[in-house]
């Protein structure tokens, strides 16, 4: 059983920067990868970044490359997300999430483990 517990959230203003955190208990952490995905009022959940058990490889979608970095620190069982020049079309509640077997880290339904959430606003 892996808990996953998102902070970082806040109403920021455009071109501003937040740090999502994504803190996990178990000892299984560090042999899952992680995804991070976001879910915009009246929008489907949609994938935003996932990292590699041992952090060596990252996978972004097209709407964050360039912006966002997942990064990940086994040792103190949390990921991250760091978020640069957002932007309104940013704002969502975000959510980390764990895969436990395989499949496309692109899907949800291939993430096993889902914290509950952190509001991010992006304000004009």
């Known amino acids: 059983q892996v808990q996953l517990v998102e902070s970082g959230g806040g109403l920021v203003q455009v071109g501003d920067s937040l740090r999502l955190s994504c803190a996990a208990s178990?000892?299984?952490?560090?042999?899952?990868?992680m995804g991070w995905f976001r879910q915009a009022p009246g929008k489907e959940r949609e994938f935003v970044a996932a990292?590699?058990?041992?952090?060596?490889?990252?996978y972004y979608a097209d709407s964050g490359k360039g912006r966002f970095t997942i990064s990940r620190d086994n040792a103190k069982n949390t990921a991250y997300l760091q978020m640069d020049s957002l932007k309104p079309e940013d704002t969502a509640v975000y959510y980390c999430?764990?895969?436990?077997?395989?499949?496309?880290?692109?899907?949800?339904?291939?993430?096993?483990?889902w914290g509950q959430g952190t509001q991010v606003t992006v304000s004009s």
């Open positions: 990292i590699s058990s041992s952090g060596g490889t990252t």
């Open positions: 999430a764990v895969r436990t077997f395989g499949g496309s880290l692109y899907v949800t339904d291939n993430y096993d483990y």
């Open positions: 178990g000892s299984t952490f560090s042999r899952r990868t």
